[in-house]
């Protein structure tokens, strides 16, 4: 079955710590791979994506994500996070016209 | 600027009752999506359209109707046959629906039951 995994529903970092948020995916074919950022009670913005190419991507906010073929993988980093990156992060995979989006990693920023 | 718009942000639904959720788009997108999102789930797609006067099921249809009349609006319509639908609801839009295109999201509306 297809599916897109988060495997951390919570993560909890230092501010200026730096961060990794995890993304599996499982189809058949490379997808193409997004991230997503959700402030509480706003809709989602678009952080970043990978369609092909250059398997390091940079986005906004300071954000870069790095696709692995062989671990089918998608994860989102930032060097250094400040407390406004307290948020919802979703991971999501379009493929054969459908989009599919992972259930989200929380992030707390402890000052 | 170019966005989505979703109103109201906040909306109580009686027992029996009809509601409807705007959303409103001026980004010339042709594709438009209605997800549902609870706690812990992600999101789910509820409706789709592709073009105006066409629209899908997503995965949970059941109790809710839309509708695509002109490119830039799709209303959602969560019925009463809609038992659970206490839920925030989020609306998006993209260029085409094709996987490469990505979403962009309205802020979202709160349902709640009174």
């Known amino acids: 079955a297809q599916s897109v995994t988060q495997p951390d529903i919570h993560i909890t970092v230092s501010e200026g710590a730096s961060l990794e948020l995890r993304c599996n995916y499982s189809?058949?074919?490379?997808?193409?791979l997004f991230w997503y950022v959700q402030s509480p009670g706003q809709g989602l913005q678009l952080l970043l994506k990978?369609?092909?190419?250059?398997?390091l991507v940079q986005g906004i906010k300071g954000f870069e994500a790095e696709f692995k073929r062989s671990q089918s993988s998608f994860n989102l980093r930032k060097p250094s996070v400040h407390w406004s990156d307290a948020a919802e992060y979703f991971c999501?995979?379009?493929?054969?016209?459908?989009?599919?989006f992972g259930t989200g990693t929380s992030l707390t920023v402890i000052p | 600027d170019g966005g989505i718009t979703q109103s109201p942000k906040y909306l109580f639904r009686k027992e029996g009752q009809n509601v409807t959720l705007s959303c409103e788009q001026n980004?010339?997108?042709?594709?438009m999506y209605w997800y549902r999102q609870d706690p812990g789930q992600g999101l789910r797609l509820i409706y789709y359209?592709?073009?105006?006067?066409?629209?899908q099921k997503g995965d949970i249809a059941e109790g809710y109707s839309v509708s695509r009349e002109k490119k830039e609006s799709f209303p959602l319509t969560v019925t009463s046959a809609q038992k659970n639908p206490t839920a925030f609801y989020l609306c998006?839009?993209?260029?085409?629906?094709?996987?490469?295109?990505?979403?962009?999201f309205g802020d979202g509306t709160r349902l709640s039951i009174l």
């Open positions: 999501a995979v379009g493929t054969g016209n459908q989009f599919y």
């Open positions: 990978y369609f092909s190419g250059d398997t």
């Open positions: 980004l010339n997108h042709d594709a």
């Open positions: 359209s592709q073009i105006v006067n066409d629209f």
């Open positions: 998006a839009s993209s260029i085409g629906r094709a996987s490469n295109q990505p979403q962009h």
């Open positions: 189809y058949g074919a490379t997808p193409y």
